[in-house]
């Protein structure tokens, strides 16, 4: 029996993460088993860990996009296979990569179409990012080159889903969809939030459906693609945080991403997305978001925790000069947590800027 295959995009800091926790715990719930799929530029992600921590079935595809790392791709889904045999296989993209119909859909069923059952692709919609890019305001915060990946995004959608509606008004979720369809005239369009659940029914049905789905082959143009990615430092960082008293996990997280939403404005970067997530050695967790500049940090999962040791992950892709990211964002973890009375140890560290995308295969028109 082949497994169904799901891949949900959309950009970085669309909510993509806790949409797959919102879907697999909806699967789960029908008596399905669900493998998951990760997929960044670099190590330690953040993602990878919060899945793990909701007792979830991870396997994570590093380096590069899926559509570089395709038999990567197809290799960690063997090993979810060999070890869980899920009826579903979750699987999200990095959030700064498009043109996944022709590197990812297309290749997964002409060359394994007895063994997966690929849905259709739904994007995920960022408001905070796809508002401002749809009004036609400069960039959305990002250069054309960037904001050419976003719209490229929903350009190759099956369905297109504006998340996060419940951080939206009325008239606002009203105007995107507006937006959205006058821009997309013959994508289906749903709204939804994973953060509550609401449309996740409607969501699940339309990933149901068989047909002629996955078939939208872009018309892309790859060097103002990788320009697009380029311009986004990428910082992956993990810290031993310990103390000899008990510390409020929950107030540091959301302190740390304060401190850093200063760190991207005193540097001038526009925030594609933040994430931290902090765990104890039990992996209770606590976890954060910031994903603009424009908008709130979000203590999104709180831990209730007060450890005297915990483990610290930061994801950031931010447009500013990665070195100087790093530089900034670890001298903020040593503030604060110095403040506190916490002692922060850098385990790991690594800064890029995404390399130009070298798809493993690339369908020119939709073989099935």
Known sequence: MSARFVMVGGFLGAGKTTTVARLAKLYQARGLRVGVVTNDQAHDLVDTNALRAQGLAVEEVPGACFCCRFDDLVGRVGALEGAQRPDVILAEPVGSCTDLVATVVQPLKD???????????????????????????????????????????LEEADAIVINRIDELSAREAEELETLVRARFPNTPVLRASAATGAGFDAFAELLSQSGGFGRKILSIDYDTYA???????????????????????????????????????????????LKLIGMDDASAFAVGNLVSSDTEPKLSLPSGLKPTAADLIVNARVAVDPAALEAEVKRAVSERCAALGVRAEFRTSQSLRPGRPVPTHRYATAAT
């Open 227 to 273: 320009e697009g990615e380029a311009e986004l430092g990428w910082l992956n960082a993990t810290a031993r945080l310990t103390s000899d008293a008990p510390f409020d996990l929950d107030a540091l997280v959301s302190a740390l991403l304060h401190d850093m939403a200063a760190v991207c404005r005193a540097l001038g970067g526009e925030v594609a997305h």
């Open 111 to 153: 060359l394994y179409a007895g063994r997966f059952e690929v849905a259709p692709y739904a994007v995920l919609f960022k408001p905070s990012h796809g508002l401002r890019i749809l009004r036609n305001q400069p960039a959305g915060g990002f250069s054309p080159k960037a904001a050419y990946i976003f719209t490229k995004q």
